[in-house]
């Protein structure tokens, strides 16, 4: 079982600024795509962002604020999967969570870390 771990949530004012960041309990070699979700009380989860290889995609109301990185030279234990959040508005309050699809050993299963709040209110 892999084991992802996020941080870097919080409560910021309309307008700021927070990078998440995510950990993983397995090599670099086993994971796929990655991803951040998100989800908000009474709505369903949603794709926030996702990367594989150099493609980026985002979810229409982020793209311009929120950027998504991998760090491939990096520990998967000190963090390979970031969330840049810029100009956060009250809707993006919300559980954010770090997603991978296996590859090669953890090839078509899925991981899912326990979240990260992120409240945004002045």
């Known amino acids: 079982q892999v084991q992802l771990v996020e941080s870097g949530g919080g409560l910021v004012q309309p307008g700021g600024s927070l990078r998440l960041s995510c950990t993983a309990s397995t090599s670099l070699l086993n994971i796929g795509y990655v991803g951040w979700y998100r989800q908000a009380p009474g709505k369903e989860r949603e794709m926030v962002a996702q990367?594989?290889?150099?493609?980026?995609?985002?979810?229409?109301s982020v793209k311009g604020r929120f950027t998504i990185s991998r760090d491939n030279a990096r520990d998967t234990a000190k963090g390979f999967v970031y969330l840049q959040m810029y100009n956060l508005k009250p809707e993006d309050t919300a559980l954010y969570y770090c997603?991978?699809?296996?590859?090669?050993?953890?090839?078509?299963?899925?991981?899912w870390g326990q979240g990260t709040q992120v409240t945004v209110s002045s």
């Open positions: 990367i594989t290889g150099d493609i980026t995609e985002y979810t229409d």
């Open positions: 997603h991978m699809w296996g590859s090669r050993s953890l090839r078509g299963r899925r991981f």
